[in-house]
């Protein structure tokens, strides 16, 4: 199979296809910018997102240092997240769109309403393979910050059971045998309940398997989707440790809170990712926790993406100004004063972040981002390319097949050879 796709196919492939939904170039203007840059002029640009406040209002202190800078007011209409979605799409239909907007995806719906981000990538160092692009190379979304899978220990246990743990993502790291006998040699010291939990998520499931070298689910020439043969060793070592011992049977199967289940001090570790740390730090007060390196079983890879990224909205009468606007959000002094405030992963290259007391946390995320596998980046610029022509897939073939397996309802085999005829179902028209 390959290893790489081609995201001319997907995309062409996907725009002619039926499974593309109501695009609408409506709202959309042909011209790069609009409307004055005069703040008399200009009025307010609203700006909608979700959770600035629950991120230290990083956002809104943007917008009140950039009034103050240049007499345009931004507006932060913080939406509810399982809001934002709807509001934005009927406000497309609607001709009624903010300026701009901080997403999870691009929508069909208003994509072609979209201004091409392209010179504010490049100028800023942005990581490029994080936004999202068409087929013609107009960028349509920046990432803001990066959102990444890792390990957390309980350190209280691991020092009372005196088991050494890797700290040094560039040094000698542990595998996932290294890292299964360690956390069983704490359980049996310190008579823990459970070595592991992890969230009942495809996006942490992605990153187990790239750990194992997986290359996950990529089209051949004619659209099947197949993957190699370290898929099915991944899964295999997964359904071992699923065994009510090591890790809860409940969190995959039932919906139990992993991050519940390791707050409570009665789990050695916990496979989760970068935003936890907040919670953690504010919430966790009976032992001490740490990040580490994940385990490579050979390939160093954490999976990660885009926690969100942001749109300027064409038609709108104020493009250019909020245009400007996000081109002074990602210059490096304000970026890294964003990034800092909300405590983000940044999505800009070289940047410099204050996080305080948890540096140490980021610091790691950071360099198991940059030092990990290309697989990761492929993937990620596969489902991006998904997302630009407007294709989706019923539920979550991962997570949902895996599930099924862990139960015993089907094999292994058939757990890959379903979840490659599902992703073919929906996507082989792409390739």
């Excluded at 509810?80 to 497309?92: F, G, H, I, Q, V």
């Excluded at 490029?128 to 920046?142: A, I, R, Y």
């Excluded at 197949?226 to 359904?239: C, P, Q, R, S, W």
């Amino acid at each position: 199979m390959r290893s790489t796709f081609s995201r001319r196919q997907i995309l062409l492939g996907g725009l002619s296809g039926a499974a593309v939904i109501g695009l609408t170039a409506a709202c959309g203007s042909d011209d790069a910018g609009g409307g004055s840059t005069d703040p008399a002029e200009v009025g307010t640009l609203q700006f909608f997102l979700s959770g600035d406040a629950n991120q230290g209002g990083g956002f809104a202190a943007m917008a009140a240092k950039y009034k103050e800078e240049t007499g345009i007011e931004v507006e932060i209409v913080d939406v509810a997240n399982e809001d934002l979605t709807t509001r934005l799409k009927n406000a497309a239909q609607a001709d009624d769109l903010p300026a701009l907007a901080r997403v999870g995806a691009v929508d069909p719906v208003w994509k072609n309403a979209t201004m091409d981000l392209a010179e504010i990538m490049s100028a800023n160092n942005i990581m490029t393979g994080l936004s999202t692009q068409d087929e013609d190379g107009k960028v349509m979304s920046l990432p803001t910050d990066v959102t990444g899978v890792g390990l957390f220990l309980n350190k209280s246990l691991f020092d009372e059971a005196g088991v050494a743990f890797p700290t040094d993502p560039e040094g000698d790291v542990w595998s996932w045998d290294d890292y299964v006998a360690a956390v069983k040699q704490v359980q049996e010291a310190t008579g823990a309940s459970y070595g592991m939990a992890m969230d009942r998520s495809s996006h942490r499931l992605k990153s187990f398997l790239y750990e194992f070298g997986s290359t996950m689910w990529q089209p051949d020439d004619s659209g099947t989707f197949t993957t190699n043969d370290a898929t099915k060793t991944a899964l295999e070592y997964f359904y071992g440790l699923n065994d009510d011992s090591f890790m809860p049977r409940s969190v995959w199967l039932s919906e139990a809170d992993g991050n519940a289940l390791f707050k409570s001090g009665d789990v050695v570790s916990y496979y989760s990712g970068s935003w936890q740390i907040a919670d953690f730090a504010d919430n966790i007060a009976d032992f001490e926790w740490v990040s580490v390196p994940t385990p490579r079983q050979p390939t160093r890879a954490i999976n990660f993406g885009n926690a969100a990224s942001i749109v300027v909205f064409e038609g709108t009468g104020q493009e250019q100004a909020a245009y400007d606007f996000v081109n002074w959000l990602f210059t490096k002094e304000n970026y890294d004063e964003l990034a800092t405030t909300s405590g983000f992963l940044p999505a800009v290259e070289g940047a410099t972040v204050d996080y305080g007391d948890q540096q140490a946390a980021f610091d790691l995320y950071n360099a198991e981002i940059a030092g990990s596998d290309p697989i990761v980046s492929t993937i990620k610029q596969m489902e991006l390319g998904f997302e630009v022509a407007g294709l989706s897939v019923d539920g979550d073939p991962l997570r949902d097949n895996v599930i099924r397996y862990l139960n015993d309802e089907i094999g292994v085999d058939e757990c890959i050879t379903i979840i490659g005829e599902q992703m073919t179902e929906a996507f082989g028209s792409a390739s």
